[in-house]
């Protein structure tokens, strides 16, 4: 693998959830050029074929690969159940790849031995079974309680956060008995850090709250660091492109990213 320190991490979402991802990221390593790619034109993934979702991300990759990018993170789960292995052969040893699942199952695995742990996350990552499975592969006695939480993710896009509406959804869903009596919850979706705090209240602080933001960015970290590609000089510089451009994707930019970002317009089919 043949890149300089100073070469950008590429990161791609179906839309701008992922800038979530991408905030940890650069909260972590503050000197890491990101180039950051948001395929709103094909916005959900959730609910598009797993062929469809790989080609959309054979071309993200493709286009994060010619820009020369150290490292590709998959920040989306849809795309990081579908896509992930694909990836895996098409960038060989041109660039690190990193998914949004893996590095959750590997900490939860070793770390959550006799554990009661719930998982939440879009209907199309529940109806995977993807982290249940890849978790049992290494721990096979850790039990996984699932739960579909489908409103979560638009009510963040909306702004339906930390208010009443959101506290009492929100409550809704973890009142559930699929979920009951657990002492750890993944965050299945990119959208959910934004929530974190309000689903903490709604435990009393009681369990754990796994966020793959922040445990994909460590995951990077160490990869990074194996290949000496730690960039940890100079000021970051931050690229954001999307596949479709409209005016409320650049405003709702500011939710997931914690602060005003500049979107350009980088259509995947010229």
Same mark, same amino acid.
């Given at each position: 693998m043949?890149?300089?320190?100073?070469?950008?991490?590429?990161?791609?979402?179906?839309g701008i959830?992922g800038?979530t991802?991408a905030?940890?990221?650069?909260?972590?390593f503050p000197?890491?050029n990101?180039?950051?790619?948001?395929?709103?034109?094909?916005?959900?993934?959730? +609910?598009k *074929?797993? %062929? =469809? #979702?790989? $080609?959309?991300?054979i071309?993200i990759?493709?286009l994060? &690969?010619k !820009?020369?990018c150290?490292?590709?993170?998959?920040?989306c789960?849809?795309a990081?159940?579908a896509s992930y292995?694909?990836?895996?052969?098409?960038?060989?040893?041109?660039a690190?790849?990193i998914n949004?699942?893996?590095?959750?199952i590997?900490?939860?695995?070793s770390?959550?031995?006799?554990?009661?742990?719930?998982?939440?996350?879009?209907?199309?990552?529940?109806?995977?079974g993807i982290?249940?499975?890849k978790?049992?592969l290494?721990?096979?006695?850790?039990?996984?309680?699932t739960?579909?939480?489908?409103l979560?993710?638009?009510m963040?896009e909306?702004?339906?956060?930390?208010?009443?509406?959101?506290?009492?959804i929100?409550?809704?869903?973890?009142? +559930?008995? *699929?979920? %009951? =009596? #657990?002492d $750890?919850?993944i965050l299945?979706?990119?959208?959910?850090p &934004?929530i !974190?705090k309000?689903i903490?209240?709604?435990?009393d602080?009681?369990v754990a709250?796994?966020d793959?933001?922040?445990v994909?960015?460590q995951?990077?970290g160490?990869q990074?660091?194996k290949?000496?590609?730690?960039?940890?000089?100079g000021?970051a510089?931050?690229q954001?492109l999307?596949?479709?451009?409209?005016?409320?994707f650049?405003?709702a930019?500011q939710l997931?990213?914690?602060?005003?970002?500049?979107?350009?317009?980088h259509?995947?089919w010229?």
């Open positions: 043949k890149h300089s320190r100073e070469a950008p991490i590429g990161i791609f979402d179906s959830g800038l991802v905030h940890s990221i650069y909260e972590r000197h890491e990101i180039i950051y790619f948001g395929d709103t034109a094909h916005l959900p993934y959730g +609910d *074929s797993e %062929a =469809a #979702i790989q $080609a959309y991300s071309k990759a493709d994060l &690969l !820009k020369g150290k490292a590709i993170v998959i920040a789960n849809s990081s159940s292995e694909l990836l895996k052969e098409y960038v060989r040893d041109q690190i790849i949004v699942i893996d590095p959750m590997e900490l939860v695995a770390t959550l031995n006799n554990k009661k742990i719930g998982l939440i996350g879009t209907k199309r990552t529940i109806q995977s982290y249940s499975k978790i049992k290494i721990n096979p006695e850790l039990k996984i309680q739960l579909a939480t489908p979560l993710a638009p963040i909306e702004g339906f956060y930390n208010n009443q509406i959101s506290h009492e929100i409550a809704n869903y973890l009142s +559930d008995s *699929s979920i %009951a =009596a #657990i $750890a919850l299945a979706c990119t959208h959910y &934004l !974190k309000e903490n209240d709604f435990y602080s009681k709250i796994l793959s933001a922040q994909v960015a995951a990077l160490h990074l660091q290949e000496n590609l730690l960039n940890q000089s000021i510089n931050l954001f999307v596949s479709d451009y409209t005016e409320s650049e405003a930019t997931f990213f914690g602060e005003k970002v500049k979107l350009q317009w259509p995947l010229n």
